[in-house]
């Protein structure tokens, strides 16, 4: 019982762990499917973050405070749609531009507005998204198994991982079964063919990172007002970065997403409680590895040992009309 | 110009350009274009590489715009200044490189752009039943549930055709069809055509093979340098006379020289072949001989495996079989062009700012590529800065480059004095054999005077050239013995004196002498 009691804890932290990554891998997606290269996804979150902390302690409503997160967030991802699509300009090169500014300016317009060393003021429960009760989850919560599961698992969690979870089919079904989502994968393969049947290929990129951009919001809102209390410096921590990897991954498909983000959750969630602790055989293993090992993942699927990741083809190219 | 339809000529025609004029830059890539293609014909455009023809399609698909003259579809003025308004009027076009999405299967890459609603449920059992009408009607035969990129060629460029029908398309451009295809694929896709214009449809067909154009159209257009020079009805012209409209007569440009003195061979081509990355044969079982002290002139229109012809004796394209031997010693296989220099077979290539020079590096960089290993360039693993300096300079004089600034960037001399820097390059190297493609093509009068000039005097000195031309002036005037390629073979061969503008223009065009009579016009395999 103990072990059980233990393992729907992990399983509870791994799915509140995985959602910033989800919201974040989604956001990728659009982007990168759409032919651009997202990893900007760091900063916007950081700065989607910042946005909502200060709004939610300004306002006391953490709904203005993620919509503001989600309004910060698409404006960074138009800026980097400026350079990338409108300029033409580096995709790596404007994105990590974009990292390196958040990275700055949230702590410095923190600490002048604050004065809290760049973190913003912890936040009351009622300007937070908080833990919210499925029906019948305090009722069934004695039954065996079942009961733990339900009343533990699934119901407890804030609204937002709620939404995390119901993006992902939300998502598939925009991927593949709308005219957005046919043209959308059409842009990331092959402009010209998008061109030529007489579709802007630059609104059309522009629109995929505009949704990118408010999925990458809400993850950020997610961090500084329904995972903690407030914006604290560099608090995503390379999460951005971690999502662009579960992406690719997953290779840029929605259910592989969800699957690879609740792995790296897994992995944060044993981090903590395997720490120190003596495995048969192998002895203590260092935290610092599991930690990495999203990483070490990513690379050896990039080397091709499971199986071949191929992006969009016109990823990272920007579009110009031949001679 | 008066035309008669094939049924009455009452009805406007299909598609009208009328004074088409654009500029690229300092390149006039359209000059007053004028073209009328009847409804219910196949309307071939012939011409040269760069001689306007794509440039002509893509104004009329909105591709890009005209800088003046109009476009009428069915007698209407239409303004295309973009595809989408070009598929509004009825107009599809077959590009030469496809647009096609790989991954997707072809009924999503025919929805593209044609959805039917925001959701893709319904347009898709729609597009299902009305493509299957279309295949039926055109004999179109491609799977529907297929993923384009794992389908031949031949059967992409019919989802191409199937994209243009199913958005309405009354008038289809095709640029270059048969480019990629096997004999048998050209053959369907006539087919194809033959059934769209019996339905009312009209083709327009941009090729530079001129057996097809007497095969399938109705009427042919010939361009040449952005100039439409003739507007035909197939059936009252000849190959022949397309191929020489499609050349065009030059003021004959002498050269001075002396009968040429051939001694022993110095390079020997041995039955090469070559074959391309999608598997078609460029180069078919050549087999020929250049002596010291010998031009050999390859002349041919563009496309017909000289291009592939210089690549393989460069080192740059590996042969699929046969032997090449310079001065009588075998080239081992997988020769690189670097090796390939080594034994003495110098190239001037024949896209200069391409494969002959990297046009931002200066001049005295340029001067050295391919030969930057020389010990006279190098003092231990640094260069000899100061001697390259030199010695660009040097040659910098010699072949009158201007402005003689070692420091000047490639990018920034003229197209003549490029050209000139790499025939120094190449020439002052001292090599066994000397490869030049299109010489003079883009460059002046005076600049074309001195490397002839210079082509003869190091023929002069024994040495081996192979000069490729379509110029046919350039090979007729410069060349002591001249082969025709046609379709990846040797068609002719002769020798200077005996040269006939009329014979080597039907061996270009693939007729051989005997039989220089019009074809009859029908659907001709090889």
Redesign the interface.
Same mark, same amino acid.
């Given at each position: 019982m103990e072990a059980f009691t233990q393992a729907v804890s992990i399983l509870d932290a791994t799915l509140r762990l995985a959602t910033p990554l989800i919201l974040a891998a989604l956001a990728g997606l659009f982007a990168e499917r759409s032919g651009v290269v997202d990893i900007g996804l760091e900063g916007k979150m950081l700065a989607a973050a910042f946005a909502a902390a200060t709004t939610a302690a300004v306002t006391g409503s953490p709904w203005i405070g993620l919509g503001a997160g989600i309004i910060v967030s698409v404006l960074l991802a138009l800026l980097h749609g400026f350079a990338c699509i409108t300029h033409r300009g580096d995709h790596v090169v404007s994105g990590v531009a974009i990292n390196t500014v958040v990275a700055g300016l949230a702590p410095t317009l923190g600490n002048a507005w604050f004065r809290q060393g760049g973190q913003t003021p912890t936040l009351e429960a009622e300007a937070r998204f908080t833990g919210i009760d499925l029906p019948f989850a305090e009722a069934l919560a004695d039954v065996p198994v079942l009961g733990p599961i339900y009343s533990d698992l699934i119901s407890g969690h804030n609204i937002l991982v709620y939404v995390a979870i119901a993006a992902v089919p939300l998502v598939a079904f925009v991927l593949y079964r709308t005219r957005f989502g046919l043209r959308m994968r059409a842009v990331g393969e092959n402009p010209a063919a998008v061109d030529t049947a007489g579709i802007s290929v630059t609104w059309l990129r522009y629109r995929a990172l505009i949704v990118g951009g408010a999925l990458c919001g809400i993850a950020g809102a997610y961090l500084s007002t329904a995972h903690n209390a407030s914006f604290v410096r560099d608090m995503t921590a390379g999460k951005g970065y971690l999502a662009l990897a579960a992406l690719i991954f997953a290779k840029w498909r929605p259910v592989p997403v969800l699957l690879t983000c609740l792995l790296f959750g897994f992995l944060d969630a044993t981090e903590a409680r395997l720490r120190g602790v003596e495995l048969p055989l192998i002895g203590a293993i260092p935290g610092e590895f599991i930690q990495a090992l999203p990483y070490i993942l990513t690379v050896v699927l990039l080397a091709g040992f499971v199986g071949r990741a191929i992006p969009p083809r016109a990823i990272g190219t920007p579009y110009v009309k031949e001679r | 110009m008066v035309v008669a339809a094939a049924d009455g000529g009452e009805r406007a025609p299909a598609v009208e350009l009328i004074g088409i004029d654009k500029r690229?830059g300092a390149v006039h890539a359209n000059r007053n274009v004028n073209l009328r293609a009847e409804v219910g014909s196949i309307h071939g455009i012939v011409g040269e590489n760069g001689a306007g023809k794509s440039t002509l399609m893509s104004i009329l698909?909105g591709?890009y715009q005209a800088d003046r003259g109009e476009v009428r579809v069915r007698g209407q003025r239409v303004r295309v200044t973009?595809?989408?308004?070009?598929?509004d009027a009825g107009i599809g076009?077959v590009?030469q490189?496809f647009?096609?999405?790989?991954?997707?299967t072809v009924l999503?890459?025919v929805?593209?752009? @044609?959805?039917g609603?925001?959701?893709? @449920?319904r347009?898709r059992e729609e597009a299902a039943r009305a493509l299957e009408a279309l295949e039926r009607e055109y004999a179109l035969d491609v799977p529907l549930d297929g993923v384009v990129g794992e389908l031949p060629v031949g059967i992409q460029q019919r989802v191409e055709i199937l994209?243009a029908l199913y958005r309405g398309a009354d008038t289809l451009i095709l640029d270059e069809p048969t480019g990629v295809l096997t004999p048998q694929e050209a053959e369907h896709l006539f087919r194809i055509l033959g059934a769209l214009r019996d339905q009312g449809k009209t083709v327009l067909l941009i090729t530079h093979k001129l057996k097809e154009i007497m095969a399938v159209t109705d009427r042919v257009a010939v361009m040449r340098r952005g100039e439409m020079v003739a507007d035909r009805e197939t059936a009252a012209t000849t190959r022949e006379e397309i191929a020489e409209l499609m050349v065009g007569r030059k003021v004959l440009l002498r050269v001075d020289k002396t009968p040429a003195k051939p001694d022993r061979p110095l390079l020997a081509v041995e039955d090469l072949r070559v074959v391309d990355r999608r598997g078609v044969e460029r180069l078919k079982s050549v087999s020929f001989q250049v002596r010291a002290g010998e031009i050999l002139g390859i002349a041919g229109v563009a496309g017909n495996g000289q291009s592939e012809l210089l690549a393989a004796l460069a080192g740059i394209a590996a042969p699929a079989s046969g032997r090449i031997l310079i001065d009588g010693q075998p080239v081992p296989a997988g020769t690189d062009p670097h090796a390939m220099r080594r034994l003495g077979m110098a190239h001037v290539p024949e896209d200069r700012l391409r494969d002959g020079l990297v046009p931002p590096f200066e001049a005295r960089e340029n001067i050295i590529l391919g030969y930057h290993d020389d010990p006279r360039y190098n003092t231990g693993p640094l260069f000899d800065r100061a001697n390259i300096r030199q010695s660009c300079l040097q040659e910098m004089q010699a072949y009158d480059v201007r402005p003689s600034d070692p420091e000047l960037p490639a990018a920034n001399f003229s197209g003549g004095n490029q050209q000139k820097l790499v025939v120094a390059r190449e020439v002052e190297r001292d090599p066994v054999v000397l490869l030049v493609g299109q010489p003079t093509r883009g460059v002046d009068i005076g600049a074309i005077e001195f490397i002839h000039r210079r082509l003869v005097a190091l023929r002069d000195s024994g040495k081996a050239i192979v000069l490729v031309s379509v110029e046919l002036d350039e090979i007729m005037s410069l060349a002591d013995r001249i082969l025709v390629m046609f379709d990846g073979r040797i068609a002719g061969e002769m020798g200077q004196e005996a040269a006939d503008e009329r014979v080597i223009g039907c061996m270009m065009a693939g007729v051989g002498p005997e039989e220089m009579a019009p074809e009859p016009h029908h659907v001709g395999a090889e």
């Open positions: - | 690229f698909y591709f973009s595809p989408r308004e070009a598929i076009m590009h490189h647009m096609l999405v790989d991954p997707f999503e890459n929805m593209l752009g @044609a959805e609603g925001p959701l893709l @449920a347009g994209k």
